[in-house]
């Protein structure tokens, strides 16, 4: 159980373009999703906190109008990146908490690797 | 300074050795404190899961958590090539507005050669 998935799990646009991704948990539901950015031998820098039905929490230094966060049901977030540039490309993972759970618990999907050209 | 420091690596040893990996943080008010493995281009697989500090067991691995040193460690015993990846230490608080919020280490890449 607590498998989240992320749909594209990669992604090519040119730059100007935006790109959508999606996080699914698809066995459990999900009060809260939370998307991440890694760069390369990197780790995972939190961008954004969202609960179901409400805004995203943005952490400091990312821009909300850039990376638009809609977590509009229990299983459902989506996170699209708009006009998109090369400085954008990195790999984007989301994580999932799983209603009743441990609050600091979390089940991450497998990521998605935007690259813009 | 960053919250969590943790050795980048690379670190390499032979299949059969014991691996040590170390974090060490700063904030006092961490009280959770999580292993995680990253296989390459994949997302985080939970390892092991602690509170406070203490001794916790499964399997081949053991978390170890030192609160009055800021210092917690994952031992691998029997390493073995699938152990080969990137582990990744996280930590977070006690509750209140953080929403469960986990500050991750950089992350040791590990091999385990045959």
């Known amino acids: 159980g607590a498998v989240v998935s992320q749909h594209p799990s990669w992604v090519i646009c040119k730059s100007g373009t935006s790109v959508k991704i999606e996080c699914r948990s698809l066995d459990f539901q999900a009060t809260t999703m939370f998307w991440y950015r890694q760069f390369p031998k990197q780790s995972l820098m939190l961008m954004a906190t969202?609960?179901?039905?409400?805004?995203?929490?943005?952490e400091q230094g990312v821009e909300k109008d850039k990376f638009l966060i809609n977590h509009a049901s229990l299983t459902l977030s989506t996170l699209t990146v708009t006009s998109a540039h090369p400085e954008d490309s990195s790999f984007y993972i989301c994580?999932?908490?799983?209603?009743?759970?441990?609050?600091?618990?979390?089940?991450f999907g497998p990521g998605t690797r935007l690259t813009v050209l | 300074q960053k919250e969590v420091e943790q050795d980048p690596g690379p670190l390499s040893v032979p299949e059969g050795a014991i691996v040590s990996l170390n974090c060490t943080y700063s904030n006092s008010a961490f009280q959770y404190f999580m292993w995680y493995r990253q296989y390459s281009r994949k997302g985080p697989e939970l390892l092991m899961y602690?509170?406070?500090?203490g001794n916790k067991e499964d399997g081949r691995f053991t978390a170890q958590v030192d609160k009055s040193s800021k210092y917690i460690s994952l031992f691998i015993r029997d390493s073995q090539p699938s152990d080969s990846a990137t582990y990744l230490c996280a930590m977070s608080g006690g509750g209140g507005t953080s929403y469960g919020k986990l500050t991750f280490g950089q992350g040791t890449i590990l091999t385990v050669h045959p």
């Open positions: 994580s999932a908490r799983r209603r009743g759970g441990a609050y600091n618990e979390q089940f």
């Open positions: 969202s609960n179901e039905g409400s805004k995203a929490t943005y």
């Open positions: 602690t509170y406070s500090s």
